[in-house]
T-cell receptor, first 114, second 111 residues
C-alpha cells in the first residue's frame, strides 16, 4: 500500500514563474493538507482540501491556490514566485474526522526559486 | 540527503542515554499535541500524541509530558539509539483541520 506520494521531488523555478506541485494521498484517505517548511523551521499550514473544496486556509497570500480531484489527489499552485517561496512543500493526507495520529506526510517537494 | 534544518537547537546524547526534548507552545486553547520526527529527506512522522486533559502519556520508549500551567511539552526518549537521530517537532491543534508546528530540535546520537 503506497503512502502519500508527491511529485516532483525537486524543482527549480525563476522568480515570477508559476509552479504546480502534486500529491496523491494514502489509499483510503479523502482529505489533503498542504504545508510549507522553510529551511530550519517547522511546517506551516497552507490549506486543506476535502470533497474538492478548500476547508481551511492558513496565513498565505492568494498566490497560493489548490485543487482537489475526484480521486482525492491534490495540486498546489503558486503564482508569481518569490525568492521567499523557496521551501519544502509537504502534503499530508487523512480521513475526514480522523485524529491527526492518522495523518500521513509525504516526503515533500523541494522548491528552489532563483 | 536533504537537510531539514541547519540552524536548529541541537541536543547531543550518547547512545543508550535518555533524551529529553522540550517545547513551549503558545495557545492555551490548544486541545491536542503531537510530537513528530523528521529525518533528512523525509516528511514528518508521527511519534506520540497527548490530549490537553492529560499530563502524561507513554508509548514504546517514548513519554510525552504536558504542563498546561506553563504551556510546556516534553518528549522523553529512553535508551536513545542512533536511529533516533533526527529533527523533532512538537505541534499543537486548536481545531480539527490545521496543526501549528514549533521550530524543532535536532537530536544527535553519538555511538
Amino acid at each position: 500500500d503506497a503512502g502519500v506520494t508527491q511529485s516532483p521531488t525537486h524543482l527549480i523555478k525563476t522568480r515570477g514563474q508559476q509552479v504546480t506541485l502534486r500529491c496523491s494521498p494514502k489509499s483510503g484517505h479523502d482529505t489533503v493538507s498542504w504545508y510549507q517548511q522553510a529551511l530550519g523551521q517547522g511546517p506551516q499550514f497552507i490549506f486543506q482540501y476535502y470533497e474538492e473544496e478548500e476547508r481551511q486556509r492558513g496565513n498565505f497570500p492568494d498566490r497560493f491556490s489548490g485543487h482537489q480531484f475526484p480521486n482525492y489527489s491534490s495540486e498546489l499552485n503558486v503564482n508569481a514566485l518569490l525568492l521567499g517561496d523557496s521551501a519544502l512543500y509537504l502534503c499530508a493526507s487523512s480521513l475526514v474526522g480522523a485524529r491527526f495520529t492518522e495523518a500521513f506526510f509525504g516526503q515533500g517537494t523541494r522548491l528552489t526559486v532563483v | 540527503g536533504e537537510s531539514v534544518g541547519l540552524h536548529l537547537p541541537t541536543l547531543s546524547v550518547q547512545e543508550g542515554d535518555n533524551s529529553i526534548i522540550n517545547c513551549a507552545y503558545s495557545n492555551s486553547a490548544s486541545d491536542y499535541f503531537i510530537w513528530y520526527k523528521q529525518e533528512s529527506g523525509k516528511g514528518p512522522q508521527f511519534i506520540i500524541d497527548i490530549r490537553s486533559n492529560m499530563d502524561k502519556r507513554q508509548g514504546q520508549r517514548v513519554t510525552v509530558l504536558l504542563n498546561k500551567t506553563v504551556k510546556h511539552l516534553s518528549l522523553q526518549i529512553a535508551a536513545t539509539q542512533p536511529g533516533d537521530s533526527a529533527v523533532y517537532f512538537c505541534a499543537e491543534n486548536t481545531g480539527r483541520r490545521a496543526l501549528t508546528f514549533g521550530s524543532g530540535t535536532r537530536l544527535q546520537v553519538q555511538p
